[in-house]
Structures are given as structure tokens and as C-alpha cells.
């Protein structure tokens, strides 16, 4: 039951996966300090999707990224661009409407 | 092997499964990443890392593959949803080669090659299979099928004169049923039956057996259509013709069919081949009729629907 309960809650936390990382990248950020930025944001992921998601979004175009390579250890850094902000408001507003019609669902079941 | 050492080695093993153009990049960020997580860990830790410490952390990042795929998504090789399919043709080939050498020996056919041959062939189709669905959407999409009750009259009706013409009326007069057929062009000797042939039990059995086929054809054209009982009629008939024909190869292997050695020596390859494969339409129509379902609401399993 437990185990079924967690399952629930992976698929719910995987669909907004893309949503939380793109809402901290506004500034740049490197893998470890996004995973740092997502966990204190309370949204913890595991870093072995994280960083792999990183390199998606950059081939998808919704990332920027860079070496900095001039303080050790080299660290690559990722922020969004034009299309990653326009990305990002879209899923946001479109976060906000499941949102409501979610509400609006629990809503009536309480009642 | 220090933690330098284990994370070296995972970032060797995850660029290995990536593509030749990507392995340098996702190495040399990857290496990075862990470095940088490692350090976080030995920090909570308050020590060095160790090499306990690189493998704790690795073994939360999964296998060098899993991670390479996460980087790299390649397509399977044989789509997920074929598995079924996948299985049942390698089902059904396995049965076919064991059937096929049981009731056809042939001099250097060999079962165990011939099943590796089928393996290999059905990984290339559904290979080509799924590459193609993937590189043109919408091609080889799905199209409604008849059931299988569906047998109309004006394809019953030609099946059943077929099965009169050409398996009844020439198992039980060949030399007269090729004269007709040819208008007297061929010669007909070689297919001069013996007399113990004539009245043995395998004649006797395959007779009645094609004259009960027939019967079942006229009854499909009666009814208009595949009835459970004609269904189960059909592998039966057809299981039991198979082996028939299985013995009739036995026989002209013996020199007992027909008069003539040549058509003996002709026709028990022949007898082998055409009852190993009525054999297998038996099967698979066996399998059919197991698979087959008619959906229907299971009440009885659930009793609170039963009382709305």
C-alpha cells in the first residue's frame, strides 16, 4: 500500500520535474547548486535525474549553458534563455489553471 | 582504489555507452557533478572521502548504463509493445521446427540451427518494424479485422466445392482425378495405389477424415458463418489429418502407397511437409479459439454491481 501511495507521488512530482527546474534558472546555476537551489525550495531530486534533465532541456533549446572554467573544479553552468522563458511562463500559467480546476475537484469532494 | 579512482572508473563506464560525439562532454560535466557532490557528502561526513563514500554515492546514481541512457535515450531494439508479439512468433516457430523435423527428416537440417536462424529473423523484422513506425508516424497502423465467426456464403460455398475437388475426390481416386485434370496429357501408372494401401486404416482414416472436412464446409454454408462447434470441428479435423498424412510418409518411405517406387520416393517428403503443416494450421487455430474472448462485464466477481 505504502509502496503504491509513493508511486502516486513520483508520477505527481515527475509531471512538474521540468516546470521546478526551469523556475530556478533564471539565474545560472551549476547541477549541484540547482539540486541545492530545488531542495531548499523543497522539491529534492535525485541527481541522477537531475543532472541528465539539464543536458535534455539544453537540446530541447530551453537552456543556455557555459564552462567556467577559471576557478577549479571546472563547473558548467546553465540559465534559461528566450525560449526556456517563454517555456516557463507557458507552463506556469498552465500549472496555475491544474491548479484551480484541481481545487475546484477536491473541492467538491470534500463536500 | 582511492574515490578518485571509483568515480574515474563510472564516468569511463558511462561514457562508454554513450555516442563516439557525446562521451568527451557528458564525461567531463559528469565527472564534475560527482566531484561536487562527493565533496558535499564528505563535508556532512566531516572526513575525507573514501572510497565507501564514492560507491554510496554511485549506487544512488544508478548503473553506468542507466545513467547513459538518461543522457542518450536510444530506442529499443524491439518495441516494448511487441514483447507479446515477440513471444508468440518464437513460440510458434519452435513448435513449427519441431513439428516440421519430427514429420519431415531431412539430411542435414538441424532443428537447434534453424531455431537460432528464426531468433535472429524475428529480431531483425521487429527491429525494421519499430524503426519504421518511428520514422514515419502512422504507417503500419492499426486496421479492423473480421472476427472470427466471419465466413459468408460466397467464400464458403468455393470452399467447400475446393475441398470436394481437390483433397477428397484426389485422395480417393488420384490416377482418375489427375487424367481429368490434365485431359489425359499426363501419364498416370506412377499413381497406381497398392492393394494393401487400399484397405489400410491410414486411407480409411484420411478418407473419412476429408469426406467429415467437407461435411463441416457444408455446414458453415448452412449457417453462414463459424459456429463455436464448427470451430473446434475445424482443429480437430485438421490436427487429425495431419497426423494421417504424418503416417501416409511412414508408409511411402516404406514402398507401400504406391506401386511405383519413384512416386513412393517422390511423395514421402511431400506426405511429411503437408502434414506438418495442417498439423500447425491446427495449432494455430487451436491457439485462436484458447485466445479467444467475448468481452462481458465479470459480475460474478463483483458482487456489489450485481445488486445495482
Redesign the interface.
Known amino acids: 500500500m505504502a509502496e503504491r501511495d509513493n508511486t502516486g507521488l513520483t508520477e505527481l512530482r515527475r509531471g512538474v520535474l521540468v516546470l521546478a527546474v526551469l523556475s530556478r534558472l533564471r539565474t545560472p546555476q551549476y547541477g549541484y547548486s540547482l539540486r541545492q537551489a530545488l531542495a531548499d525550495g523543497g522539491m529534492p531530486i535525485e541527481e541522477g535525474t537531475l543532472y541528465p534533465l539539464l543536458r535534455r532541456l539544453e537540446a530541447q533549446g530551453l537552456l543556455a549553458s557555459e564552462w567556467n572554467v577559471e576557478h577549479a573544479p571546472p563547473r558548467r553552468y546553465y540559465r534559461l534563455n528566450a525560449e526556456g522563458e517563454r517555456t516557463l511562463a507557458k507552463l506556469a500559467d498552465a500549472w496555475h489553471e491544474q491548479v484551480r480546476v484541481m481545487d475546484g475537484l477536491l473541492e467538491r469532494r470534500r463536500r | 582504489m582511492n574515490a578518485d579512482d571509483v568515480i574515474e572508473s563510472y564516468v569511463r563506464d558511462v561514457a562508454r555507452c554513450l555516442p563516439r560525439g557525446k562521451r568527451n562532454d557528458?564525461a567531463?560535466?559528469?565527472r564534475?557533478?560527482l566531484?561536487?557532490?562527493l565533496a558535499?557528502m564528505a563535508h556532512a561526513a566531516g572526513h575525507a572521502p573514501d572510497k565507501a563514500m564514492a560507491m554510496n554515492l554511485l549506487k544512488?546514481?544508478?548503473r553506468p548504463a542507466?545513467?547513459a541512457g538518461?543522457?542518450h535515450q536510444r530506442p529499443a531494439l524491439i518495441d516494448p509493445a511487441d514483447t507479446h508479439h515477440v513471444l508468440i512468433w518464437t513460440l510458434a516457430g519452435a513448435v513449427s521446427i519441431a513439428v516440421l523435423s519430427a514429420m519431415s527428416p531431412a539430411e542435414g537440417r538441424n532443428g537447434g540451427d534453424l531455431f537460432l536462424k528464426w531468433l535472429g529473423a524475428l529480431v531483425i523484422t521487429f527491429s525494421l518494424l519499430g524503426w519504421r513506425r518511428r520514422r514515419y508516424p502512422g504507417a503500419l497502423s492499426w486496421k479492423p479485422r473480421h472476427g472470427p465467426d466471419w465466413m459468408p456464403r460466397r467464400l464458403a460455398v468455393p470452399a467447400l466445392v475446393a475441398t470436394l475437388v481437390f483433397p477428397v475426390f484426389m485422395y480417393a481416386a488420384p490416377q482418375t482425378f489427375v487424367r481429368i485434370m490434365f485431359l489425359g496429357t499426363l501419364p498416370t501408372r506412377g499413381l497406381e495405389l497398392t492393394g494393401a494401401f487400399r484397405e489400410s486404416w491410414p486411407r480409411m482414416a484420411g478418407m473419412t477424415t476429408l469426406i467429415l472436412l467437407a461435411a463441416m464446409y457444408a455446414a458453415i454454408v448452412v449457417q453462414g458463418g463459424w459456429r463455436n462447434w464448427t470451430c473446434w470441428m475445424s482443429v480437430a479435423l485438421h490436427a487429425g489429418l495431419g497426423l494421417i498424412l504424418g503416417a501416409h510418409a511412414g508408409l511411402a518411405a516404406q514402398g507401400l502407397v504406391f506401386v511405383s517406387p519413384k512416386a513412393n520416393e517422390v511423395s514421402a517428403p511431400i506426405f511429411g511437409l503437408v502434414g506438418a503443416f495442417t498439423l500447425l494450421c491446427a495449432f494455430y487455430d487451436m491457439y485462436r479459439e484458447w485466445a479467444r474472448i467475448t468481452p462481458a462485464p465479470a459480475l460474478e466477481d463483483r458482487p456489489n454491481l450485481n445488486k445495482h
Do not use: H, M
Open positions: 557528458v567531463f560535466e559528469l564534475s557533478l566531484g561536487d557532490e558535499a544512488g546514481f544508478g542507466e545513467v538518461r543522457y
